[in-house]
């Protein structure tokens, strides 16, 4: 059924955002799949961009094969407090210049937040209270403490322009895998009109009362266990969210991981046919990349016949040598991903 629009002959303006979805779509809709790396522009296997850096060009993945990532992942965890460098040791000013660069080039930006625990001033991965989501929803202890948190992270957000003033539109993927119970509002937590208050609250603050026009949001469970019903138990609705994903890394061997990940596609893909929505791999994965042909015979194989929007594989350190996701030159996989990144349904930049 076509939506009628009260709008002028020009139609309503179309918001960054909206942009951003029919790029998406359109890419989808020709058998595309982005690739994506999370902290590419920031860090690599074996360096670091220092702070206030004005060139945004290095790159593990630009060096194992010649070209950028499509999307470029990053993470807010530390905005909330003001601090100047992210969990991960960026520098925010770093990772708004890039974002812009990589915009620039022609890609897909998107933003995962591991902020602390707003109760026991932990990390994310506190879960020793099952009250923190409790206490910082209307009427909690920590709420108006939280609202300045989403404040900072909101107006992190609205600071990414280009020098003409235009808003880069962003991935914006809060409140992720909380179908396990490792982040404080993961499964065990909370309760699921909790979470589903939390996503409320976080997006009639960032959308309503910020007026934010760049943001696609992203829901994102985590794929271990994952089956249709706990896939929507605590989705927060058609209203609020654009784009369905799931986190699923390789722990095991090949054949695990192409069925866990086809497994979750197809969960994942029902729900965002039946919804409308866009698909993603939001983050994926192999510690160490310890297979030389991961990336055409594994990776490719479990996402190939999909309908994904894109695959972001997750970040490599430069400070812990076996925790990285993604080729660099002379990696065993690095030939591998050459090839991976030269198939025709798989776009990088
Ligand atoms: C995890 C690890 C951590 C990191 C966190 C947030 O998966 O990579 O080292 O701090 O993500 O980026």
Not at 13 to 33: C, H, N, S, Y
Not at 294 to 320: F, G, H, I
Request: net charge negative; hydrophobic share 40%.
């Amino acid at each position: 059924m076509a939506i009628m629009s009260c709008a002028g002959p020009q139609g309503p303006a179309q918001t960054p955002a909206d942009a951003l979805m029919d790029r998406l779509a359109g890419l989808v809709e020709e058998g595309k799949i982005m690739y994506g790396h999370q902290d590419d522009l920031m860090y690599g296997h074996s360096w670091k961009l220092e702070d206030d850096a004005s060139e945004f060009v290095q790159s593990d993945v630009y060096a194992a094969c010649g070209k950028y990532p499509a999307v470029y992942g990053m993470d807010l965890g530390g905005i909330e407090l003001g601090w100047t460098h992210n969990l991960d040791k960026n520098d925010f000013d770093n990772m708004r210049a890039a974002a812009v660069a990589h915009h620039e080039r022609g890609g897909v930006v998107t933003f995962s937040w591991h902020p602390r625990n707003p109760l026991t001033g932990g990390d994310s991965w506190d879960v020793t209270s099952d009250q923190v989501v409790a206490s910082i929803l209307p009427g909690g202890e920590k709420h108006e403490y939280f609202m300045t948190w989403l404040s900072n992270a909101a107006d992190f957000m609205e600071s990414i322009k280009t020098a003409d003033g235009q808003a880069v539109p962003l991935v914006w993927r809060p409140w992720h895998e909380h179908t396990g119970s490792w982040f404080w509002w993961g499964q065990n937590l909370c309760t699921t009109e909790q979470y589903k208050a939390l996503w409320q609250m976080t997006y009639d603050y960032m959308v309503k009362d910020r007026a934010l026009t760049n943001l696609v949001w992203a829901y994102s469970p985590g794929a271990g266990g994952l089956d249709a019903a706990l896939f929507e138990e605590r989705y927060p609705g058609d209203e609020i969210v654009d784009m369905v994903g799931f986190d699923c890394y390789q722990y095991g061997d090949n054949a695990s991981y192409v069925s866990d990940m086809k497994a979750a596609l197809d969960i994942t893909g029902k729900f965002a046919k039946d919804h409308g929505k866009l698909m993603a791999v939001t983050e994926t994965g192999y510690e160490g990349v310890k297979d030389a042909k991961w990336w055409t015979s594994v990776l490719y194989e479990a996402v190939k016949d999909y309908p994904v929007s894109y695959v972001l594989t997750w970040r490599n350190a430069c400070d812990q040598p076996t925790h990285f996701y993604a080729p660099y030159p002379g990696h065993e996989s690095a030939e591998d991903f050459k090839a991976f990144a030269a198939l025709e349904d798989i776009m990088f930049l």
